[in-house]
């Protein structure tokens, strides 16, 4: 585990991007594991710059997302569809076809669980994966259990992950109970892993999750057994280690 220390957001941001355009310059035909959330928002505004300045190519570049809500349009401003094409998508040359994000209109979980699995074995695994962290440590949607879930599943989602993402809904019953998302195994093939975290409210999960046990009760704890697993965090999200 490799930890960077950003004074702030900007520079958190500034820094994940970085290390994105620097993994699609060694390899322009990389797969990309894409992550939501408000973390990623900064990082992503970053890569549109350089693409903007010229300094990035995202022709060849496949992306894979981590997680979907179940029963969602894409064209809902809360599907993580809209969110990527809003925030990254529409603003730099990905190639439409290369955009893979677990399907939230098929309602049969099996198969389109299958089908994601799939989706990234044929693209011989991920290149780079990015990660937010929950508040209860979720990575995706990997919620606490009794056990890590390795392939892509079906979750429920936890009462306090349906309060976080309260704020991007009109109301909490808007809020989708269930979600899709990609299991540990393919976080943890991953080639590399960059996660980013920032703010006063994740420094205790911080702590527990890479200073702690490696438990599934913590599931981003995992990461701790990564051989590339960077974490880059601003002053108040490390506040409670030593960085
Ligand atoms: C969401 C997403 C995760 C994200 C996390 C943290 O529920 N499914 O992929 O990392 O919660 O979100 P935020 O970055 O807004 O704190």
């Known amino acids: 585990m490799r930890i960077i220390k950003a004074a702030d957001y900007e520079e958190m941001s ?14 322009p035909d990389c797969v990309l594991g894409l992550a939501t959330g408000g973390t990623p928002v900064g990082t992503y505004r970053c890569l549109i710059e350089k ?3 010229g300094d990035l190519d ?3 570049v496949s992306s894979v997302n981590l997680d979907e809500y179940r029963g ?18 529409h603003h730099v040359n990905i190639s439409p076809e290369r955009i893979n994000v677990p399907d939230g209109r098929n309602l049969d979980a099996a198969a389109e669980c299958r089908r994601y699995d799939r989706v990234i074995e044929n693209y ?26 390795m392939d892509t599943h079906c979750v429920d989602l936890e009462e306090s992950t349906i ?11 808007q809020v989708p109970r269930q979600a899709y998302t990609m299991g540990i195994r393919a976080i943890m093939q991953a080639r590399k892993v960059l996660m980013i975290v920032n703010g ?9 999750a890479f200073f702690g046990p490696v438990v599934p009760e913590v599931p981003a704890s995992v990461l701790q057994m ?5 974490l880059i965090g601003d002053e108040e999200a490390f506040s409670e280690i030593e960085a």
């Open 14 to 27: 500034r820094k994940a991007a970085d290390l994105i355009a620097a993994q699609i310059l060694m390899k």
């Open 51 to 53: 693409y903007q300045r």
């Open 58 to 60: 995202f022709s060849q």
């Open 72 to 89: 969602i349009d894409r064209e809902n401003p809360q599907s993580y569809w809209y969110f990527m094409h809003d925030n990254l998508f």
């Open 124 to 149: 011989g695994g991920i290149d780079l994966q990015l990660l937010g962290l929950g508040l209860d440590g979720h990575i995706g949607f990997n919620e606490p259990g009794p056990a890590f879930v």
């Open 163 to 173: 309060d976080a993402n309260q704020r991007f809904f009109e109301s909490r019953e």
């Open 200 to 208: 006063k409210n994740k420094a205790e999960i911080v702590r527990k």
């Open 226 to 230: 990564h051989p590339d697993f960077i």
